[in-house]
């Protein structure tokens, strides 16, 4: 997860990467170690939460959970962490208890985590606006943190209504994947109905979405140049 994590982070230092960090891994030791790895890969923020390790997708049924004490304990553990290398990567805790122990625990849990010292807080799987505009009100003022899953159980609104509803971050963690998986779908039944896949042009006539489009996506250009810039030769005769 941290070398992951670490992996996009390290694309384009000046974009701030949100991460998951589960459970936290194990006990509050293992929080720290992953709170620690986390810093170290260049990771601007990651939510814990309160789950047992063997965990599930916030949007399924059937998730267990551990008692506020050790849920805490996870939290204060990131921010001990965090403390001791001086470093400024934002805590976010979140909550699976609404699920099986209702709204009032779920938000229960969550003050005793900013108590704990999380600097951002997550309610999952909300079911009704209503709950989504309730907890902001009654977090305040702790930032409160949206997440959009298509097909989840939480209803879906755009990122205009979440700041009005007073969201300070919301996330759409399944829009990459899910726009990749229907890609490869896309593809993979043309080569099998045709046997080729054909060039996609873009309105000017270029090439959309060729292997010249992916290394300029990872930088091609900028490493030429900066290569030229510092007296290299590796990109001297073109690329």
Partial sequence: MASNAGMIAGLDRSVPVIADADTGFGGPLMVARATEKYILQGVAAFHLE??????????????ELVDTTAY???????????????SDIVVIARTDALQSLGYEEAV?????AV??????????????????????KDLAPTP???????????????????????????IWPLAGPTSVYLGMREFCRELKDTGEIKERYTPDGKIDGGVRDVFELCGLSACGEFDKEMGGTSFAHGA
Avoid at 146 to 166: D, Y
């Fill in 50 to 63: 309160d789950q047992v390790t063997t965990k599930r997708c916030g949007h399924l049924l059937g998730k």
């Fill in 72 to 86: 805490v304990a996870r939290i204060k553990a990131a921010v001990a962490a965090r403390e001791r290398l001086e």
């Fill in 108 to 112: 229960s849990r969550l003050k005793a």
């Fill in 115 to 136: 108590a704990a010292g999380a600097d951002v807080v997550f309610l999952e799987g909300m079911r009704t606006k209503e709950q989504m505009a309730q907890v902001v």
């Fill in 144 to 170: 409160c943190f949206l997440n959009m899953v298509a097909g989840g159980v939480t209803p879906l609104i755009t990122s205009r209504e979440a700041k009005e509803l007073g969201y300070k971050i919301v």
